[in-house]
C-alpha cells in the first residue's frame, strides 16, 4: 500500500485546509485510516481517524469540532477538512493505515499503523 498525502500549505489562523491522502495497492476491507501530526520537537500525536467504510469517525479533543475526516472508497482517497486552524495545529500532518477496528485501543498509537504516507506541511500564523 502506497499513501500520498497532499494539501498542506502556510495559512492564517481561523483560515481552512483540506489534507487529501490517496491510497493505492490493496489494503483489504478492514483497516482504518488515521491521521497524525507531528509539530517540530515533538512526538507524532493522533488526529483522526476512519473506519474503512466511513461510517465511523474518532477525533482528538484538540480538533473535535475544527477537523473533519471523510473518505471516497471510489477514488481510494481520504480527506482531512480543517476548520478554525490555529497556530498550534501547525506541523507536518501525516496519513497511515491501520489493521485494526475502529474501537481498537490501538486507534491513537502512531507504532500500530502499517503504512504511512510521506507527510505535509501545515503552518498557521497567528
Known amino acids: 500500500v502506497q499513501l500520498q498525502a497532499s494539501g498542506g500549505g502556510l495559512v492564517q489562523a481561523g483560515d481552512s485546509l483540506r489534507l487529501s491522502c490517496a491510497a493505492s495497492?490493496?489494503?483489504?476491507?478492514?483497516?482504518?485510516m488515521g491521521w497524525f501530526r507531528q509539530a517540530p520537537g515533538k512526538e507524532r500525536e493522533f488526529v483522526a481517524a476512519?473506519?474503512?467504510?466511513?461510517?465511523?469517525?474518532v477525533y482528538a479533543d484538540s480538533v473535535k469540532g475544527r477537523f473533519t475526516t471523510s473518505r471516497d472508497n471510489a477514488k481510494n482517497t481520504v480527506y482531512l477538512q480543517m476548520d478554525s486552524l490555529k497556530p498550534e495545529d501547525t506541523g507536518v500532518y501525516f496519513c497511515?493505515?491501520?489493521?485494526?477496528?475502529?474501537?481498537?485501543?490501538?486507534?491513537?498509537?502512531?507504532?500500530?499503523?502499517?503504512?504511512w504516507g510521506q507527510g505535509t506541511l501545515v503552518t498557521v500564523s497567528s
Open positions: 497511515a493505515v491501520g489493521f485494526f477496528s475502529i474501537g481498537s485501543d490501538w486507534l491513537t498509537k502512531p507504532r500500530q499503523y502499517a503504512y
Open positions: 476512519i473506519s474503512w467504510r466511513g461510517v465511523s469517525t
Open positions: 495497492g490493496r489494503a483489504g476491507s478492514d483497516y482504518v
